[in-house]
């Protein structure tokens, strides 16, 4: 049984008109990277990661009393229009909940969603839906049934519901660094759920920017789930789970001195992993395009030319997410214009930053 299993969340009578419920929720970037899973969406390794600003999904969920109590009742609507392809998605996950919110089983729904950031751009999206998904649910049963009262109950079980939904997802729910995954270094981690870092991050990382340089916004070539997958019978497997977790140890320590070296080190070193175990998996993936290679050579040569603090991360793809402090930015930025840019499709990068986590705006 599910931590979160309760069936006592049930509508004992009918309730009168039509609610709404909105929350927006970002997405995050990895700087340990989850990669591997058992189980019902549990980790193989803690993975550690911050919540974007710009990046979000607002989702809504428009929801009424239905007579018969019977399965999922949903309409889903993506940018405005009716979408039965992630509509099916949604409706499996959502019937996958009915043991935790067995009142959805009592409503008939309505999700609108949208993004602000394009489709296939290196900005995780299954992050920030699943997220916003998961946090509209927790505030239907706090309004309704007088539950998840502390900000701390309400988050921790949305991030819970959002990991069930796509792992990454659990991390959303709050703002700045995050972890997910049990760790001996992080006091009550836990597989289930992330957890804000409660350790004094230094000045150095207060304030990082996450720019996006698209060299391709070709649909996805490995699932997440295939991606994961490939990690159970990796030969490396076990030497990758240790080194996550060991990485996890020296990044914490660099957020907290304010070493950038060594969090260009770790950061760099989680990217490249990634990327290695999956061009070393059986089937194998080779995700990474001669221009992500490009970019990445000239951003180690700007590095060591100026000496300024500024690193590469990847997600499961060829879009290189660039990390550092906002303090440099027009400097940076001014380097991507003239030297990154020629490597992207025409024009196409995302500005993004660090941000405070997922907004309520309609309860
Ligand atoms: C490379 O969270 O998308 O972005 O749980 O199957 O939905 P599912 O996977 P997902 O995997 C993310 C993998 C990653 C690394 C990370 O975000 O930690």
Known sequence: MSL?????????????????????????????KYWGKYGNQ?????SLSFTLQNSY?????????KNESNGISLEFYFEGKENIEFGNRVEKYLFSLIPIFPFLQQLQL??????????????????????????CLCSIEKNHFNTLKSEADFFSKASFVARLGSGSASRSVYGGFVSWGESDEIENSSNEFALPLTIQIHDNFKDLCDSVLI??????????????????????????????NENLVKLLSALESGNFDSFIEIVENEAFTLHSIMMSSNPS???????TLNIIKKIRDFRSDTRLPICFTLDAGPN????????FENQI??????????????????????????KLKID
């Open 4 to 32: 979160y299993e309760n069936n006592k969340l049930t509508f004992k009578s009918p309730f009168k008109g039509i609610h709404k419920i909105c929350w927006q929720s970002p997405s995050n970037i990895a700087l340990i």
């Open 42 to 46: 549990l980790p193989r390794n803690p």
């Open 57 to 65: 999904t607002e989702t809504s969920i428009t929801y009424s009393f």
């Open 110 to 135: 309505r999700i609108e969603t949208k993004n602000t950031f394009p489709h296939s751009s290196g900005i995780a999206s299954s992050a920030a839906s699943m997220s916003s998904i998961a946090l």
């Open 215 to 244: 060299v391709s916004s070709d649909k996805k070539k490995v699932s997440s789930s295939t991606g994961h997958k490939l990690m159970e019978a990796h030969p490396f497997a076990d030497s990758r789970i240790k080194q996550a």
């Open 285 to 291: 993936y080779t995700l990474l395009l001669p221009n």
């Open 320 to 327: 290189v997410h660039l990390i550092f402090p906002r303090s």
């Open 333 to 358: 930025y001014e380097f991507v214009e003239k030297e990154l840019l020629v490597y992207c499709e025409p024009k196409f990068w995302i500005k993004d930053y660090i941000g405070k986590g997922p």
